[in-house]
């Protein structure tokens, strides 16, 4: 396993249009993560699954933004209608669910809305 | 609310100089804090793991100790592939989704 991927990398979009961004997790890990991270600050929760449960999410996640994990495999983060506040680095992380286990990250996608 | 506070943001070491980063934080219970790295234009790439005041871990040329109000990442005779931004996190008890609260991070500069 390479570990956690995310696609695209990079992604330019036009303020207003909706956007997708897709995670596959490390193959046994349960637990699903999503954080946004801007320049010169640390990565923010934005969601979390537990298999294809989406059991908790942030305040920093606004009506446009949802995610999901349909099959407890590969999740996807969907923003609708996107503001040039939206502008970060999205990353997924994907940790096992026993017990207190470290989290790995992926590469993260990149969006600038312009 | 839990807050994480690292310092200093920036700093600039020769090759060989060691030096200690600082992770203080506040939260309610504390589960465990992480250390990451973090190159430009990637993920965070995990380090450590500490659960209680009083332990440390090692790799190679970092070392992360615990205490109950903070945790220090040292760095002994660093080289410039260790120049990255390192982030801390606290975990804490009673956040059932087991989220990350991230610090700024401190960014490394090693000179050769």
């Known amino acids: 396993d390479t570990g956690v991927s995310q696609n695209p990398r990079h992604k330019i979009t036009k303020r207003g249009q909706n956007v997708t961004f897709r995670c596959d997790p490390i193959?046994?890990?349960?637990?699903l993560y999503w954080y946004r991270q801007t320049l010169g600050q640390g990565p923010e929760f934005l969601t979390y699954f537990q298999n294809e449960a989406q059991l908790e999410k942030s305040r920093l996640l606004s009506d446009r933004f949802s995610a999901e994990r349909p099959k407890g495999s590969f999740s996807t983060l969907e923003i609708q209608r996107t503001e040039q506040g939206d502008s970060a680095m999205y990353l997924c992380a994907s940790s096992l669910q026993a017990g207190n286990t470290e989290a790995f990250f992926g590469q993260g996608t990149r969006l600038t809305v312009v | 609310e839990d807050q994480v506070t690292q310092s200093p943001e920036a700093l600039r070491l020769q090759e060989g100089e060691s030096s200690s980063l600082n992770c203080s934080y506040t939260?309610?219970?504390?589960?465990?804090l992480f250390w990451y790295r973090q190159d430009p234009g990637k993920g965070p790439e995990f380090l450590f793991t500490l659960y209680s005041a009083g332990e440390e871990k090692e790799k190679e040329r970092l070392k992360a100790t615990l205490t109950k109000k903070e945790s220090f990442l040292h760095i002994t005779a660093p080289k410039p592939e260790d120049s990255a931004t390192y982030l801390c996190?606290?975990?804490?008890w009673g956040a059932g989704s087991y989220q990350l609260t991230f610090g700024k991070g401190t960014k490394l500069s090693v000179i050769p």
């Open positions: 996190a606290v975990q804490a």
């Open positions: 939260v309610s219970g504390l589960r465990g």
């Open positions: 193959s046994e890990h349960n637990r």
